[in-house]
């Protein structure tokens, strides 16, 4: 740390000007306008091609990514303008080889092509929450008082001028697509359906003999994994038959569907977790972790604990012969390979423990 410390040069009345004047440099690079225009306008500037230039006058450059939102990503898109919820800036960019007037889009392509899609008929909205109603309607089945008003709609739009070189617009792109940490699905879950499910969750998870029998980094905790961990063992342990494809979704309904869960709904869920985790205590000499890990795999956990609260329903004094196949090829199989969330291994690797804590192997 020392030598660190070393190589760092002192900071001078010199050193400071050459920063100040480097950083006056690069502003002067990523000058920009800021202009509004309503979602047609914009939706007709992407869309149409100039006959002459072969191009539209919003065109998306070859750094950027193909359609990746999923339907259900862009339905809620689509939903938050027509609720009027803000909009992010899109950030467009004069470039110097393009003489026509053509503007690069250099973030926003994924909300500009939801928008020409939904307004050229191409999409269907689904799964909607605030506006549940509109599921299953296209653009044109809206009324036209309603389409009007969603095509005056305004977003405003980062113009960068020509100064901003092709490296000063990739490295813009980067900067907004990566330089963030995107919330973990239990933090978002806190944001927008906190209540006495997620509470009961939070005290769940502070259980002692929980975190002893399921380490984790000091980084998953505070991404608030304990929660994740808990809200998993609680809708697999009901619900791992309905389980499809979609675990985020999975998890979802089954937080909102449990939002305000009554105190006697708390206590049997908490009896249920508190006697799996006081017979793994007992007889899971790792934990819910492999042998010599220190951290555990979150497939892992859902197995085990949600195997053994299922075993234990069947049966509430089981002895265990051997943990050897905690440590064996099968069911390392089941919780380390491919495709570990698909609904066929969710099954499988719930039942396999639940029938080897039954038959007392």
Request: proline fraction near 3%; glycine fraction near 4%; charged fraction near 35%.
């Amino acid at each position: 740390m020392e030598k660190q410390i070393d190589k760092i040069k002192p900071i001078t009345k010199a050193t400071i000007d050459v920063a100040e004047k480097q950083i006056e440099r690069q502003r002067k690079i990523v000058d920009y306008d800021i202009k509004e225009y309503p979602i047609e306008v914009i939706v007709q500037k992407y869309s149409t091609i100039d006959e002459g230039t072969k191009q539209s006058e919003f065109y998306i450059p070859d750094y950027q990514r193909e359609l990746t939102w999923d339907e259900r990503r862009q339905s809620k898109f689509i939903e938050s303008v027509l609720i009027g919820l803000p909009i992010p800036f899109l950030t467009l960019a004069e470039t110097s080889d393009n003489d026509e007037g053509g503007l690069e889009i250099v973030d926003g392509s994924q909300r500009i092509r939801t928008l020409h899609r939904f307004l050229s008929g191409e999409m269907r909205l689904e799964k909607l929450e605030k506006l549940e109603q509109l599921n299953g309607f296209s653009y044109n089945d809206l009324p036209i008082l309603r389409r009007r008003k969603f095509n005056r709609t305004t977003i405003r739009i980062i113009v960068l001028s020509k100064s901003a070189d092709e490296e000063t617009r990739r490295d813009i792109f980067e900067r907004i697509n990566t330089g963030s940490d995107p919330l973990k699905d239990m933090e978002q879950r806190r944001g927008i359906m906190d209540g006495p499910f997620l509470k009961f969750i939070e005290e769940c998870a502070n259980n002692s003999i929980f975190q002893k029998l399921a380490p984790i980094s000091e980084t998953s905790i505070k991404r608030r994994e304990r929660e994740e961990f808990v809200l998993r063992f609680f809708a697999y342990y009901e619900r791992y038959k309905d389980f499809k494809r979609s675990v985020k979704d999975f998890l979802d309904d089954y937080a909102e569907e449990k939002r305000k869960i009554s105190t006697q709904e708390q206590k049997r869920l908490k009896d249920i977790f508190e006697r799996m985790l006081q017979f793994a205590n007992q007889n899971y000499p790792n934990g819910f972790h492999r042998q010599n890990r220190n951290t555990t795999p979150r497939v892992r956990f859902e197995a085990l604990a949600v195997g053994t609260a299922l075993a234990l329903d069947k049966k509430s004094e089981i002895k265990i012969q051997n943990t050897k196949w905690m440590e064996g090829e099968e069911f390392l199989e089941l919780t380390t390979s491919d495709a570990s969330n698909s609904h066929p291994k969710v099954c499988k690797r719930i039942e396999f423990v639940r029938d080897i804590l039954l038959n007392n192997k």
